[in-house]
């Protein structure tokens, strides 16, 4: 369903920000459409953000890969339309951006609430739901997932658990082990209280998925900045990547945990991104 231009979300996003005067100052005129997607997971419609190059209305026999591109936690569909160009990032880098609402669920299947499978909704409904209704590269060579902190830790979450269906994964600022913070981010809401379920956490964060990739499977850029708080569980993913012998990009750059990090690194993404299309 089409919804036309996209709308500031309801409630506050992205509230882990450092610079709230950043957060507010940082505001583009609205880009791409608003489409809801039925999730026959949660039984419920999900709002999503669809942002196609200029050349996509030209170019009518083009197939185009597609970069999915998560929000952080108490964020929204619209936050990263709100804060990048993706206008001009979809024509530079000729792909079509798709922004889901993923809630506050750290892009789980939640095994205590049916209303909150958002692994499935984009790893699998929403992705589908794309190449139906648009000219996509409908392969894993077509599509990569990256986003910022919960989106990021969700993107390799995501992309890591369906290999056949994305073929580049990435993170900004991911939180990537949710286990070191048991109290922060609604997370026990999507698994229960840590104290009484340590192995279901532990089967949840990113970092344990390492011993389940295969070298040279999925291109991977991951990347933090040097004064963000997850730097350390970002180290330790990157260790553990280097120990698995699994290839990947890991950057740190200066910055912290802000829209000015993110917008900055969400170039890098794309150019990683757009040379594995190619």
Not at 236 to 249: F, V
């Amino acid at each position: 369903m089409l919804m036309g231009s996209v709308v500031a979300c309801a409630k506050q996003p992205a509230a882990e920000v450092e610079d709230k005067a950043e957060e507010v100052a940082m505001q583009l005129p609205p880009q791409g459409d608003t489409v809801a997607v039925m999730s026959d997971a949660m039984g419920r419609e999900i709002k999503n953000t669809v942002i196609v190059p200029m050349a996509y209305h030209t170019d009518t026999t083009r197939h185009w890969p597609v970069v999915y591109l998560l929000h952080g936690a108490d964020g929204c569909y619209s936050d990263w339309p709100r804060k990048a160009n993706l206008d001009s990032l979809a024509n530079r880098y000729e792909v079509i951006i798709v922004c889901p609402d993923g809630q506050d669920s750290w892009y789980f299947d939640s095994p205590i609430d049916p209303k909150m499978q958002f692994e499935t909704y984009v790893g699998m409904e929403l992705v589908n739901w794309i190449d139906e209704h648009y000219r996509t590269i409908d392969s894993p060579k077509g599509r990569a997932i990256t986003g910022l902190s919960m989106g990021g830790h969700g993107a390799l979450w995501i992309g890591w658990r369906h290999p056949d269906t994305f073929g580049q994964t990435g993170s900004m600022s991911g939180g990537v082990n949710i286990t070191k913070f048991p109290d922060r981010w609604l997370i026990q809401k999507m698994l229960g209280k840590y104290s009484a379920n340590p192995k279901r956490w532990a089967a949840h964060a990113v970092v344990n998925l390492v011993p389940t990739l295969k070298a040279g499977r999925q291109r991977i850029t991951i990347d933090d900045g040097e004064s963000d708080f997850f730097l350390e569980v970002n180290n330790e993913l990157h260790a553990a990547l280097l120990k698995a012998k699994i290839p990947h990009d890991y950057t740190i750059r200066p910055g912290g945990h802000s829209w000015t990090y993110w917008v900055n690194s969400l170039d890098y993404h794309l150019l990683f991104f757009q040379k594995g299309f190619k």
